[in-house]
């Protein structure tokens, strides 16, 4: 069975959600991200020398890091599920377009937000600029039912969390009402509500 190693409130959520969608038997395992410890006190950088979640390891023992690539490889395991377009197709880069948008737009710019040592005139200021990523979103939304058309993936999942996380971080989004009924829509989704947890954070020593 594979095992995906995770902490509660933070963006490997989205691959929690994609394991729900799926139905992928999976063991969870939490990581103490504070101390780097899995429950058993084993140092979490002998896992992942990167030492920040998720982390997907295979029954073969392999290991999966980096969310947008974990995501692609959970949605190819069920591939009548669509939650991934197939491979070789121009579909298929527009995923990845996506997932790699959120990955550096969305989910790594946030991190700055969480440095403790930034001025506040800056942090009001970056919050604005932050903005963007979220404005491209609702430009996405405005036009399909969800992020690549009419079908749901793993990009959706990507997206909802990072949206949960703006909002956590006091990103003002509160005039988006593409991205506000896309969370809305989200929310109601069984694999969503199976997941759900208090508000997003991440801790800015491990970003």
């Given at each position: 069975m594979m095992k995906l190693y995770y902490s509660p409130d933070t963006y490997s959520r989205a691959a929690q959600i994609i394991l729900h969608e799926t139905g992928i038997a999976c063991t969870l395992v939490e990581v103490d991200l504070c101390h780097q410890a899995l429950p058993d006190g084993t140092d979490f950088h002998e896992i992942n020398p990167?030492?920040?979640v998720p982390l997907?390891?295979?029954q073969g023992g392999e290991r999966i890091s980096e969310l947008a690539v974990i995501l692609t490889?959970?949605?190819?395991?069920?591939?009548?599920?669509?939650l991934a377009p197939a491979q070789g197709t121009l579909e298929r880069i527009r995923l990845m377009e996506n997932l790699n948008f959120i990955a550096t737009e969305m989910h790594k710019a946030n991190s700055f937000l969480l440095c403790p040592r930034i001025d506040?005139?800056?942090v009001a200021y970056y919050r604005q600029w932050l903005r963007g990523p979220y404005e491209w979103l609702e430009?996405?939304?405005?036009?399909?039912?969800?992020?690549?058309g009419s079908c749901y993936t793993v990009a959706?999942?990507?997206a909802f969390v990072a949206v949960r996380q703006a909002i956590s971080?006091?990103?003002?989004l509160d005039d988006l009402s593409g991205v506000e009924a896309f969370s809305k829509k989200m929310q109601g989704r069984a694999s969503v509500q199976a997941t759900e947890?208090?508000?997003?954070?991440?801790?800015?020593?491990?970003?």
């Open positions: 990167k030492g920040y997907l390891e295979l490889y959970l949605a190819d395991q069920s591939p009548h599920l669509k506040a005139a800056v430009e996405q939304l405005s036009k399909s039912e969800w992020l690549m959706d999942a990507y971080l006091s990103i003002n947890s208090s508000v997003l954070y991440e801790l800015a020593q491990f970003l």
